[in-house]
């Protein structure tokens, strides 16, 4: 039944695909949602299943590549951690379908939509699932064209079509780094299979050179497809697809894959202490970056992006410090509550004809009460309120961070202000899109959306309130489900960690905890008396601090840079190449050859006369030839 689990998303990529217009628009939309939901219902099976044998669930399909000593064979493995991120690619991707049936409703390209979405579905599944590196890679290629495809998918309009080739192109950077890391593996174990490579004996005895090399290219992968920096510049951009796409790649699918591959190869980065620090760092220093550009966004979207560039900077912190269940438990809970937020958000703009500029909105409470409430729930989750799903994952990365060898005081100060951060812009978001003035323009008539999208907002703010009760922290009392059903899959990994609890004052747990909640519960006032009581203050700080806010406002120029730096160079070199030596040299020698073939054949075709009597003197003159060179041999 393994195999199904993927099938069934291929098959609904294949209907979809190949009927295109002969399929209705709403039978479009129930073929994809089906067979999503077929899958979510195999890997509740299966989940029941393993926890009955407690052991990983394998099927070998067939044998893939068997060259010499080289065999790979495309199969799947169903283990904790896989069987997670199974659980939320279904069950949050179901929802995401289903959402979509409403919100693309009268696209003219919605079979093509749905395809693609099915496809999307079935890569990731692939990229989690595989028992091996190279499968592994199958899927890791495949999101990446899923996303060129889906982000570009109103390719009519230029800055869309441009939005998809950047992440396409920006994501090929981490691939070369995922290659070249295979190729280390396969020559230094002589196998890309994950039980065979992920041993502890076996990792020590590679030096550690090599096995700092192959870590952190493996790591410049996951930077690409999670979008840390500095390979972060895609993500927002990829906002130019419709909502649902972003919230499959945001909260289900693709950026989480990077997270997934680092867990999934703990015992291999714990191994090395420069991977683990890079890792650790780059993910903080990666959460304040993105959340300072949100504190000035206004496109709703785009703060929803930079959420999810932040958010993923505390998994890779949580993974950077080797608690990796940690980092997957955040995983499981940002997907319930930033899928909810783009679902809401898409609510919001297909409420508001397409409007995503917060500056044109305010005063939607009324109009849109559902919506209202259930993004409510997910703002509350992301900010860390207490008691819900954010609050207690976390809150789990800021212990880990303080209390690792790999994390301490600096680190931590740095996450929990940028908790504080979040919980500010987060709540700025809501109180700029349902609180205040009433800024729309009047062509625009506000409303609700129809149930079928409301449906899967409900759902998903249920689980963004209750989905951290599975891990209730120890300190508290309780017990960590989570932990103890992922431990099997990360024993070896967090087991390979030595947790040294930094030299200074020993703060608790709950002390920490405390901490974070004041940070948020401070940047909810703080985004209440800015844009409630007095949107007045936003604008007088922006001009007193116009060139910090230019700067922030401006995302720090990064894209500028890059143009400057790699675009415009390559660009122009291209050019010059195209204009000079492709032009000059490769066209010449084509043309060349062209022209001297022809001149040949001007020559060669007079012999080609007609005429009887230069015809026996060609044969006179041969016979002549042949008995003077017989006379000379």
Request: aromatic share 14%.
């Amino acid at each position: 039944m393994i195999g199904l689990i993927p099938f069934f998303p291929l098959l609904g990529f294949l209907i979809n695909g190949l009927g295109g217009k002969r399929i209705s628009e709403r039978m479009s939309g129930i073929i994809a949602s089906v067979v999503v939901g077929l899958s979510f219902i195999v890997a509740i099976t299966l989940f029941g299943e393993f926890l009955k044998i407690g052991t990983p669930l394998e099927q070998t399909l067939f044998t893939w590549i068997a060259v010499g000593k080289f065999t790979v064979s495309f199969s799947y493995v169903l283990d904790s951690l896989s069987l997670v991120m199974v659980l939320v690619i279904t069950g949050v991707g179901l929802l995401i379908h289903i959402f979509s049936i409403g919100y693309m409703k009268g696209d003219p390209g919605i079979q093509r939509y749905f395809s693609y979405l099915n496809l999307f579905t079935f890569m990731m599944l692939t990229l989690v699932m595989s028992d091996n590196f190279l499968a592994m890679f199958l899927g890791w290629e495949g999101v990446g064209l899923c996303s060129y495809l889906l982000i570009g998918f109103w390719f009519e309009d230029p800055v869309k079509a441009a939005a998809g080739k950047k992440a396409f192109i920006v994501n090929r950077i981490g691939d070369f780094g995922f290659l070249l890391a295979m190729f280390l593996i396969f020559s230094r174990f002589g196998s890309l299979k994950f039980m065979d490579v992920l041993i502890p004996q076996q990792i020590a005895q590679i030096p550690i050179e090599i096995v700092t090399a192959i870590t952190l290219l493996l790591f410049l992968g996951a930077t690409g497809k999670s979008a840390q920096i500095p390979l972060h510049i895609w993500l927002p951009d990829a906002m130019a697809g419709p909502t649902p796409v972003s919230a499959l790649i945001h909260a289900a699918t693709m950026v989480t894959a990077g997270v997934y591959l680092i867990a999934r190869c703990g015992i291999l980065f714990a191994a090395s202490e420069i991977t683990m620090s890079v890792i650790a760092v780059i993910g903080i220093l990666t959460a304040f970056f993105a959340a300072t550009i949100a504190l000035t966004e206004t496109d709703i979207k785009k703060v929803l992006a930079y959420s999810t560039i932040s958010q993923l900077g505390f998994m890779f912190a949580a993974v950077g410090v080797g608690a990796f269940a940690a980092g997957i438990f955040h995983l499981m809970t940002h997907a319930f509550f930033k899928g909810l937020l783009f679902l809401a958000a898409g609510s919001v703009i297909h409420g508001m004809s397409g409007e995503q500029n917060m500056l044109k909105m305010g005063g939607l409470k009324q109009k849109m009460p559902t919506t209202y409430w259930t993004m409510l729930a997910g703002v509350a989750a992301i900010s860390g309120l207490p008691l819900l799903s954010g609050f207690f994952s976390k809150d789990e990365i800021l212990w880990n961070v303080y209390s690792s060898q790999f994390g301490g005081n600096i680190l931590f100060g740095i996450g929990l202000f940028t908790a504080a951060m979040t919980a500010f812009y987060m709540f700025r978001l809501f109180f700029m899109t349902f609180h205040g003035d009433r800024r729309w323009s009047k062509e625009v008539s506000p409303h609700e959306s129809p149930k079928i999208m409301t449906i899967p907002l409900i759902m998903l703010a249920v689980l963004s309130v209750v989905g951290g009760f599975i891990g209730i922290p120890e300190s508290w009392g309780g017990h960590n489900f989570f932990h103890q059903f992922l431990q099997k899959s990360t024993q070896d990994a967090t087991g390979y960690i030595t947790h040294q609890y930094s030299s200074g004052l020993l703060l608790s747990e709950n002390i920490l905890m405390i901490l974070s909640i004041v940070a948020a519960i401070g940047g909810l006032l703080l985004a209440y008396r800015f844009y409630v009581q007095r949107p007045d203050i936003p604008g007088k700080i922006s001009k007193s601090l116009s060139i910090a806010y230019k700067l922030v406002s401006g995302k720090y120029f990064i894209d500028e840079l890059y143009g400057l730096l790699f675009v415009r160079p390559l660009r122009n070199g291209s050019e010059l190449f195209l204009k000079k030596f492709d032009i000059s040299v490769i066209d010449g020698i084509a043309n060349g050859s062209g022209k001297v073939m022809l001149v040949l054949g001007n020559k060669l075709r007079r012999i080609q006369t007609g005429v009887m009597q230069n015809y026996a003197a060609v044969i006179f003159l041969g016979v002549i030839s042949i008995i003077f060179y017989l006379y000379l041999k």
